[in-house]
């Protein structure tokens, strides 16, 4: 993963669709990254929501990665990194 990414990670941040989400209703998110293997429909739906509420989005190859850089030991679709 790139070291832009990685710096970003280090970050507050909230991990999950259902977080994400929440963080972006109450306006504490300032970019979401998502990985390129999330379901169609879901990262469309994600993506679309981050374009109406002006946050970047950051793509990452893949979901596994993604919870392997956060030091998780699950899968991780989507990160919220918070304001």
Known sequence: MEPSIIKLL???KVIGLRQVNRGIKENQIRCVLIA????????????????NARIPVTRVPSKSELGRTLGIEVDCSTVGILK
């Open 36 to 51: 390129d293997d999330t379901e169609c429909n879901i990262r469309l739906e994600l993506m679309k929501t981050c374009r």
């Open 10 to 12: 280090s970050e507050k």
